[in-house]
């Protein structure tokens, strides 16, 4: 198992700098001078080459990434240009938020999908299937900005209960009560995600209830509830496994949606205004962030696939 | 009175709205320490029957339409479900046809039997592993405290099918039912299974149902036998009087089609036709558009069963001579 997780960290390497090369140059192709976007629809041409060449951008592409993947392996990964920050401070004001608000939708998804899920598959067939399973279609097709407006909407505006946006940190007043901020931000980028998880784990489950080793569980006189689980949906929890790597990937593109529908003041957020203001060193830093955090999800979804799976062998 | 007595069962398959008799009638006991044979091809109905007697037949499609079980004193199909799972792995026990599947990939073999002894009996997690190892030994498993902790998939298929035998013996079942045992498994290792089934049976005085389509393995194994055909019990006797004088020509069919080594025959007499499926409907016997003595009166009535000998009944129109 140690010397699987060191090999497949070594092979990371690889596609760590493949990835900085992509994300480099999909930056760079995005239309629009920064020198010219920051200085304003007032500044003359000199004064956006004079500042084009402040901040290296006059130089070969190539050297520019040279000097860019130089700084980001001492990790430095550049100042922003809007901010005249470091991007490490600035990706780190909005880490809070988008790890709390990841974390939250996890739980969310994993307390409704997979309780759900059994429900759906142990009731196959009967009213609460139909129930569960509708409702999960319906969850996984309503758009996040919808469901985000209509939470909002109603649990923020009607009833009160929660706030509609923005996010005060854990350290400010409130301390940990602060997480209510969260908690339609997070049920609005779990609903999806929730919903596939349910569908997966009743068809997986109904898959697994079907094959022989179950009929055998079922021969020694067992509780249907403990073949249910114990049997049927730790089996299931194979292919469920693998999926929450997926579900990771969809997290981050629905928390851009989600934190700019409740103002959240997270990496999601971050990266659309940090587009629309063209600040590279920003862009660059928190795709790179993302990118090394769904490679290292991934890692571990592997390492859980194989603690599930006694049939897949670690070499 | 039997371990086992089966009565008059009938069992039916819901199908677009309508129930198909599968099992017609099937009636049969078993006594401590005697071996049943049950024999027949796919589709006859030999399989549903040990299902129903383990209780395993499930949800709504098949259904049990008529007829009792009675198993040690008690009839089975008035138990509540708890009863029922109480008897279940523990005083019957089943073993199943495909070995290779039939264990649950992501538990030790260890733990998957002692799973079914700590359902039946108090006992610590440490106790039941010790039995978990003494079962092993018992179906010969070699290594059997290292085996202990092995998956599934770490053992071939006749090693499966052991572990599936020390998981049925594991609370020393009065019945165990044997559902293909050694169908899917090379022919020496057949041999082994079944000769391991035999001795286990002299020594615990278990009584076995043996369900197979080969009347090879039956002839070997079992006290007696009883052929199946389309849900109905055709022929039953004791093995030695059965194979003494064939009764049911369905049966004579069954034999002839078996290759023997030491004649030399161009071709194989197989039964001509095929099983009518549930969709057709019959008048008459069930084996009489395949059976080269039919008449029109074996088209136009069923056979009851009658003694063809004592102990050795059939149903045939033809059956001792006489066409009543």
Not at chain 1, 161 to 174: N, R
Not at chain 2, 13 to 31: A, E, I, N, R, Y
Not at chain 2, 156 to 181: N, T, W
């Amino acid at each position: 198992m140690l010397a699987y997780t060191a090999k497949r960290l070594l092979t990371l390497i690889p596609t760590l700098l493949a990835a900085t090369i992509l994300v480099f140059l999909f930056v760079h192709l995005i239309p629009g001078d920064p020198a010219a976007i920051l200085l304003g629809d007032t500044a003359t041409p000199e004064e956006v080459a004079q500042l084009s060449a402040e901040l290296g951008f006059d130089r070969p592409l190539w050297i520019q990434y040279f000097l860019w993947l130089g700084n980001v392996l001492q990790g430095d990964l550049g100042t922003s240009i809007f901010f005249r920050e470091p991007v490490t401070a600035v990706i780190g004001s909005g880490a809070e938020t988008s790890i709390l608000l990841a974390s939250m939708t996890m739980v969310w998804i994993i307390i409704l999908g997979l309780p759900i899920g059994v429900l759906s598959a142990t009731k196959h067939g009967t009213w609460i299937d139909q129930i569960t399973s509708s409702g999960a279609m319906l969850a996984a097709s309503v758009p996040t900005f919808w469901l985000g407006l209509y939470l909002i909407m109603i649990f923020s505006v009607t009833l009160g209960w929660f706030p509609s946006s923005g996010f005060p940190s854990l350290s400010d007043e409130g301390g940990i009560t602060n997480l209510r901020y969260l908690i339609l931000p997070s049920l609005t980028l779990a609903a999806p995600n929730a919903a596939l998880i349910v569908r997966l784990v009743r068809a997986s489950m109904l898959d697994v209830a079907r094959e022989d080793h179950v009929r055998t569980a079922r021969a020694k006189g067992l509780h249907p509830a403990r073949v249910a689980i114990k049997h049927v949906f730790r089996n299931a929890l194979i292919a469920v496994a693998a999926a929450f790597g997926f579900t990771f990937a969809a997290l981050i593109s629905e928390a851009v949606v989600t934190e700019t529908v409740f103002s959240l003041p997270g990496i999601g957020r971050l990266v659309v205004q940090s587009i629309l203001r063209r600040d590279y060193p920003v862009i660059q830093g928190v795709i790179l962030v993302i990118v090394v955090l769904y490679m290292v999800i991934n890692l571990l979804v592997d390492l859980a696939y194989a603690r599930l799976d006694p049939r897949v062998s670690l070499k | 009175m039997a371990l086992l007595e089966v009565e008059n069962l009938h069992i039916a398959v819901g199908s677009g709205g309508k129930l198909l008799p599968v099992v017609q009638g099937v009636s049969f006991c078993v006594d401590e320490n005697e071996t049943l044979g049950i024999v027949g091809e796919s589709g006859c109905g030999k399989s549903l029957t040990s299902l129903a007697i383990m209780g395993l037949l499930g949800d709504s499609t098949v259904r049990i339409t008529g007829g009792s079980i009675r198993f040690d004193g008690m009839d089975l199909l008035t138990l509540s479900a708890p009863e029922r799972r109480a008897i279940m792995g523990n005083r019957m026990a089943m073993i199943f046809q495909e070995p290779m599947t039939s264990l649950n990939p992501v538990y030790r073999i260890g733990d998957q039997i002692a799973e079914s002894i700590r359902q039946h009996q108090q006992i610590s997690r440490s106790a039941a592993r010790d039995r978990a190892v003494e079962l092993l030994t018992l179906v010969r498993i070699p290594n059997p405290s290292e085996r202990v902790d092995s998956f599934p998939h770490q053992m071939s298929g006749g090693q499966r099918q052991r572990v599936m035998i020390a998981m049925a013996l594991s609370c020393d079942p009065k019945l165990l039912i044997a559902d293909e045992p050694t169908t899917a498994l090379d022919v020496t290792v057949q041999k082994e299974v079944l000769e391991l089934m035999a001795d286990l049976q002299d020594r615990m005085g278990t009584a076995i149902v043996l369900i197979s389509h080969d009347l090879g393995v039956i002839a070997e194994t079992c006290d007696k036998v009883a052929v199946m055909y389309r849900g109905k019990i055709a022929e039953a006797a004791a093995t030695a009087d059965l194979f003494a004088e064939l009764a049911h020509p369905y049966t004579r069919g069954l034999l002839n089609s078996i290759p023997v080594v030491d004649r030399d025959v161009e071709w194989l007499e197989a039964i001509p036709g095929r099983v009518p499926t549930l969709e057709e409907t019959l008048t008459g016997c069930a084996f009489h558009p395949r059976c080269a003595l039919a008449t029109d009166f074996c088209a136009s009535r069923a056979p009851e069963t009658s003694q063809f000998k004592p102990n050795h009944s059939v149903q045939c129109h033809f059956a001792g001579g006489s066409t009543t």
